[in-house]
């Protein structure tokens, strides 16, 4: 045997030994990326002990909807507009004083003086009794006293919580305000 092929002989032997002392190495993986030791830095300095500032000052709530008055002869019907861009630009009209008139024996509707933004708003929808709505064909707030399948143009914006004082009201001029009744 040469020397070159005594030499790769042992590194041979020797990558072997390695590699089955790894398989069969007793100690259980280390979760930190240095052993313990007294060369290896303290505990403090591999790991940050707060959180990150992202964390401490979480955003401020959102809220998801807005309390608004429809005075129906007089009679307060409290409702809730979620939190969109149709509802946004409804809010910025308020207070308005509006006349309302049955439509087809299921809703109130009365027009608006400015249309409203419709950015991310589904094309149409339909409404169940208690449902606030906008028409965006006629420009009108709708208020849903009657089940109403889906049409284009019918855009849900909130909810009300008196579908008898609504149903029962003939024509009304009415007030809508943003917030609870007073």
Do not use: H, W
């Not at 032997?13 to 979760?31: F, K």
């Not at 998801?64 to 009679?75: A, H, K, P, Y």
């Not at 965006?136 to 004082?165: E, K, M, R, W």
């Amino acid at each position: 045997m040469t020397t070159s092929q005594f030499r790769a002989a042992v590194l041979a032997i020797v990558t072997v030994m390695g590699v089955a002392a790894c398989a069969s190495d007793p100690q259980p993986p280390s979760n930190t990326p240095f052993e313990a030791g007294p060369t290896s830095p303290p505990p403090s300095t591999l790991m940050p002990t707060t959180a990150p500032a992202a964390t401490e000052n979480p955003e401020p709530d959102v809220p998801n909807q807005t309390t608004i008055t429809i005075t129906v002869n007089g009679t307060p019907v409290t409702g809730v507009l979620q939190n969109n861009a149709a509802s946004a630009s409804l809010l910025a009209q308020l207070p308005l004083e509006l006349s309302f008139a049955d439509y087809g024996g299921q809703e109130k509707i009365a027009g608006i003086p400015m249309p409203l933004a419709l950015d991310g708003m589904p094309p149409g929808g339909s409404a169940k009794p208690g449902t606030i709505g906008y028409y965006a064909p006629d420009q009108a707030i709708v208020l849903y006293y009657g089940s109403v399948g889906y049409y284009d143009g019918i855009i849900p914006l909130g909810t009300f919580d008196d579908v008898a004082t609504v149903r029962d009201s003939p024509a009304f001029v009415g007030t809508v305000t943003a917030g609870g009744a007073e």
